[in-house]
């Protein structure tokens, strides 16, 4: 039943808006589409982008990988008790972080909520100031706690948190702003007070949704907390940046391995839970 | 009465009801308050390790959170004069590391467009390696970039070009998950359609599925090119190029170059709150549509 080419050609004689887009949309396609090229281009030439480089560097990753296969596994007792002690690390520093800046983002986010702090003055510079504290980088953090705290974990612990009030109290503000207001006028018309209206007619609405942003933002924190490490702030990131500038190839590719085996593991069990106990939430930043 | 035959029925909750909603309440308090034991003994403990492994006390270091910012603020105030042009100087090193994270964005987005279309069922080229492809996504995610950069330093040498690759190779399976996702839920009649009038898989993806994806796919694209400006900063700091690599050497070299950290900062920042914003509303108005 296809039509015969004559025809076809007769259609696209008579009617060519049905066959193409209009000339301004391909114009603006072509000049974006020429604009992401160049800008490319460009930036490749700028770096010092050659193929040459490349084709050196790719003789040294097969070295380097090289070194992967067969897994370096370590034997000595005070090694092995190092390396997970490393990994421990990093997880107790994801999670007092985490709990951390959740402990002191929960009241702030009350304030920053449209239903709870009705005095916009106050909401609105409470809401710029969780935005002042997102920017701020968690690296940035890190090196002014690693300045006055010294390596090791608590200079990460403190970052996360400092980071997590921003991220957690604007999540939670927003949470608290998508509830319905009906069972708090149900507990105002029983004759309760303000603060109990929020306790009892709020807090079991929003209450899952705090745990499930928690969880995922712990999840992230993971990562978060391999790569202060690797500025120095303890855990399994500082275990592998030295062994990196130390050239053992062979133990770096391992604690890659466990990282992650570990990231992965949180990820897997994190969504394990927040699917059984609280439902779906899945959180962009 | 049926009842009566049967002898009367047990009351379930002995004391009628309200005993029972106070048992179950009573309950649940019970288990949160273990619960919540648990987790501050949990956090003590951790907090006290943490303390202990740390090169430095947390009580001496108390007082000296504020002593290095404080320290910093005041040589930049005493040199304040050469802000302006200290902030000018860094521009360049500030648009490198965007263009590292626009490179990896673009790059890692159009491998991610592959990966995705190639691991969504019911769109898949080759549906038995579906499974191939997105554990290849999520072997590539869950690296964190700065490891991947750290082994392309050594490879490659210093510069912006590892840093580009390996947050090109992070973009590309974070991005592509997401999109997959995205996929998955798009409408299959249009590629069913494609499909009946003989188009190939590239055509049938490209006039199929595409134009069904591309706000969403868009939108991520852009959080995701937010989060590699922040991503490329930080690689700078381990060795590769940008702006993270002047304020290392800002920051090692100490006294005296305080205001450079300065200027550095508030670029960064700025530039960040900058992209934070735009993108925000540009991701609005593709999910919403332009007119509200």
């Not at chain 1, 560097?57 to 370590?74: A, K």
């Not at chain 2, 840093?163 to 992070?170: G, K």
């Not at chain 2, 199929?208 to 852009?222: E, I």
Request: charged share 15%.
């Amino acid at each position: 039943m296809s039509l015969p080419q004559d025809e076809i050609d007769h259609y696209k004689r008579n009617l060519p808006r049905a066959f193409a887009a209009p000339l301004s949309l391909r114009l603006r396609r072509g000049t974006l589409a020429l604009g992401f090229a160049a800008l490319v281009a460009w930036c490749l030439y700028a770096f010092g982008f050659s193929p040459e480089r490349i084709w050196n560097g790719l003789g040294r990753l097969g070295r380097v990988l090289g070194f992967m296969f067969p897994p370096h596994i370590w034997t000595d007792p005070e090694d092995i008790a190092d390396i997970a002690k490393g990994l421990g690390e990093t997880l107790a520093m994801a999670f007092l972080g985490t709990l951390l800046g959740a402990l002191v983002a929960f009241p702030l986010s009350f304030l920053g909520a449209k239903n709870i702090n009705r005095f916009t003055p106050l909401r609105f510079g409470v809401r710029r100031g969780f935005d002042v504290i997102r920017a701020l980088e968690t690296l940035i953090v890190a090196l002014v706690f690693i300045r006055a705290f010294g390596l090791g974990p608590l200079a990460g612990v403190l970052a996360i948190a400092v980071g997590e009030v921003g991220v957690l109290a604007k999540l939670f503000a927003e949470a608290i702003e998508n509830t319905a207001e009906k069972p708090q006028e149900g507990v105002v018309a029983a004759g309760g007070s303000r603060p109990q209206a929020i306790r009892i007619g709020l807090m079991p609405q929003i209450w899952p949704v705090l745990l499930s942003i928690t969880l995922y933002n712990f999840e992230s924190n993971v990562r978060t907390g391999t790569i202060l490490g690797i500025v120095g702030a303890g855990g399994i990131g500082f275990l592998l940046s030295d062994r990196i500038g130390a050239y053992r190839w062979g133990e770096a590719w391992s604690i890659i391995f466990l990282i992650i085996i570990l990231v992965y593991v949180i990820d897997w069990l994190s969504a394990r839970i927040r699917a059984r106990f609280i439902g779906k939430w899945e959180g962009v930043r | 009465m049926v009842d009566t035959a049967f002898g009367p029925t047990p009351d379930p909750h002995p004391g009628g009801p309200q005993a029972g909603y106070l048992a179950m309440v009573r309950r649940r308090r019970l288990y949160g308050s273990v619960l919540a034991i648990l987790f501050f003994a949990l956090m003590a403990s951790g907090f006290h390790l943490a303390d202990a492994r740390n090169a430095g006390g947390f009580w001496q270091g108390l007082h000296q959170v504020f002593d290095f910012p404080a320290e910093v603020v005041r040589e930049a105030w005493a040199k304040r004069a050469n802000l302006p042009g200290l902030f000018f100087k860094f521009v360049p090193s500030m648009i490198e590391t965007i263009n590292i994270a626009a490179v990896s964005t673009l790059l890692g987005g159009g491998a991610a467009i592959v990966l995705a279309l190639l691991s969504t069922r019911g769109l898949a080229r080759w549906p038995r390696l579906i499974w191939v492809f997105s554990r290849l996504m999520d072997g590539l995610r869950a690296v964190p970039e700065i490891v991947i950069a750290l082994v392309l330093i050594f490879v490659l040498g210093g510069g912006p070009v590892p840093a580009m690759i390996a947050i090109a190779l992070h973009t590309s399976g974070a991005l592509g998950k997401l999109f997959s996702e995205v996929a998955e839920n798009a409408d299959l009649k249009p590629v069913e359609g494609l499909a009946s009038v003989g188009a190939r898989w590239g055509q049938r993806m490209a006039f199929g599925v595409l134009p069904q994806v591309a706000p969403n796919w868009l939108s991520y694209t852009l959080l995701r090119f937010e989060i590699n400006i922040r991503a490329s900063a930080i690689l700078g700091f381990v060795g590769s190029g940008g702006i993270g690599y002047d304020l290392k050497l800002a920051m090692q070299w100490g006294i005296g170059k305080y205001d450079q950290v300065i200027a550095i900062f508030s670029i960064l920042f700025l530039t960040i709150v900058l992209f934070d914003q735009l993108s925000g509303h540009l991701r609005e108005r593709l999910t919403k549509g332009a007119h509200k």
